[in-house]
T-cell receptor, first 114, second 108 residues
Framework: GAVVSQHPSWVICKSGTSVKIECRSLDFQATTMFWYRQFPKQSLMLMATSNEGSKATYEQGVEKDKFLINHASLTLSTLTVTSAHPEDSSFYIC??????????FGSGTQLSVL | RKEVEQDPGPFNVPEGATVAFNCTYSNSASQSFFWYRQDCRKEPKLLMSVYSSGNEDGRFTAQLNRASQYISLLIRDSKLSDSATYLCVVTLGNKLVFGAGTILRVKS
């Protein structure tokens, strides 16, 4: 099956810094990728849908200027958390889908902001 | 009301037990239904799709009731390795909506 590579797996950073998370599809050209966030004991919440070559579509309540998404190629999407704060500490995970039948997930990034 | 609701558990069961999880969804326009398994701080992994006719995969049986907007997962002969969080997932348009998950702990 398709493989998605996400890194870094863990990030610990100071408040106010920016963090970039990369997600690559290794054997599939992904025209659409999804970014999720998961707080402890909560469900995965869709943050935004990343479309190759166009602007990402953000879910209600997600600040597009704080969570910058770039999907410049068919194999790479990035999420940048700008000026991170402790409340941004969460598990971030990317995925792409095929015809709504299956999602291929990255391994996730645990972000801890001090 | 949440779009997808699950009993958070935890369900603590002995090895060999049969355990059932339930899930309800609020939007009748939901199209596809899945159960995913997630281990702590890992990516979710597809366990099985759910169909109205019901489907079985080894020890796992999933059932969908569209009229009641209800999905179930039955695990027979529980193994220690079944310990995880089970996520109920529905699709709406091109989006997947996740339940918060039900924690299962299988003990020897």
């Amino acid at each position: 099956g398709a493989v998605v590579s996400q890194h870094p797996s863990w990030v610990i950073c100071k408040s106010g810094t920016s963090v970039k998370i990369e997600c690559r599809s290794l054997d599939f050209q992904a025209t659409t990728m999804f970014w999720y966030r998961q707080f402890p004991k909560q469900s995965l919440m869709l943050m935004a849908t990343s479309n190759e070559g166009s602007k990402a579509t953000y879910e209600q309540g997600v600040e597009k200027d704080k969570f910058l998404i770039n999907h410049a190629s068919l194999t790479l999407s990035t999420l940048t958390v700008t000026s991170a704060h402790p409340e941004d500490s969460s598990f971030y995970i990317c995925s792409f889908g095929r015809n709504n039948e299956k999602l291929f997930f990255g391994s996730g990034t645990q972000l801890s902001v001090l | 009301r949440k779009e997808v609701e699950q009993d958070p558990g935890p369900f603590n069961v002995p090895e060999g037990a049969t355990v059932a999880f339930n899930c309800t969804y609020s939007n009748s326009a939901s199209q596809s239904f899945f159960w995913y398994r997630q281990d702590c701080r890992k990516e979710p992994k597809l366990l099985m799709s759910v169909y109205s006719s019901g489907n079985e995969d080894g020890r796992f049986t999933a059932q969908l009731n569209r009229a009641s907007q209800y999905i179930s997962l039955l695990i027979r002969d529980s193994k220690l390795s079944d310990s995880a969080t089970y996520l109920c997932v529905v699709t709406l348009g091109n989006k997947l909506v996740f339940g918060a998950g039900t924690i299962l702990r299988v003990k020897s």
